[in-house]
């Protein structure tokens, strides 16, 4: 059983604005980030949720439990290349059937529209293939994961 006093949602993009949206979830001693997000103004670090927040507490596959992609708009999974690959998180990435399927080509086309240093081919390649799909068998398998403890 997890009260409300041991849920917290912290904001690391978004907020009041359109655009990096991600939502750091604690959930009892779990942690769930919940969408990954680029701005689409910038192009620069603006452009990516804080993810200092989750770096001062060590290396982020060790702090996150996983990462759930709530759909393919690039507001919601832009940034998971530059989170990967370039802040090193290696662990569960959950998406939908579509939204792997249609996330790669919003990438492909940003990244030939944007031309800047923090995509390339290889990264959301990489990212988007060994993301898990997230379906009805999975659904559990998340539930689950939340309802045991953490072994860090």
């Given at each position: 059983y997890v009260s409300m006093a041991q849920i917290r949602a912290v904001p690391l993009g978004a907020g009041q604005?359109?655009?990096?949206s991600c939502i750091l979830l604690t959930i009892g001693r779990k942690n769930v980030m919940l969408d990954c997000g680029m701005h689409m103004g910038y192009n620069d670090e603006r452009r990516f949720p804080d993810f200092s927040y989750i770096a001062r507490h060590g290396r982020m596959t060790d702090y996150?439990?996983?990462v759930i992609i709530s759909h393919f708009h690039l507001d919601h999974c832009g940034a998971l290349p530059?989170?990967?690959e370039m802040m090193g998180y290696d662990g569960p990435i959950y998406m939908t059937h579509p939204t792997k399927a249609i996330c790669p080509i919003l990438l492909v086309h940003t990244d030939s529209k944007q031309m800047d240093v923090y995509y390339c081919t290889c990264c959301y390649r990489k990212t988007i293939e060994r993301s898990q799909l997230r379906d009805e068998g999975r659904k559990s398998q998340i539930f689950s994961l939340?309802?045991?403890?953490?072994?860090?």
């Amino acid at each position: 059983y997890v009260s409300m006093a041991q849920i917290r949602a912290v904001p690391l993009g978004a907020g009041q604005d359109v655009g990096r949206s991600c939502i750091l979830l604690t959930i009892g001693r779990k942690n769930v980030m919940l969408d990954c997000g680029m701005h689409m103004g910038y192009n620069d670090e603006r452009r990516f949720p804080d993810f200092s927040y989750i770096a001062r507490h060590g290396r982020m596959t060790d702090y996150l439990d996983c990462v759930i992609i709530s759909h393919f708009h690039l507001d919601h999974c832009g940034a998971l290349p530059y989170f990967s690959e370039m802040m090193g998180y290696d662990g569960p990435i959950y998406m939908t059937h579509p939204t792997k399927a249609i996330c790669p080509i919003l990438l492909v086309h940003t990244d030939s529209k944007q031309m800047d240093v923090y995509y390339c081919t290889c990264c959301y390649r990489k990212t988007i293939e060994r993301s898990q799909l997230r379906d009805e068998g999975r659904k559990s398998q998340i539930f689950s994961l939340l309802s045991t403890s953490k072994t860090v």
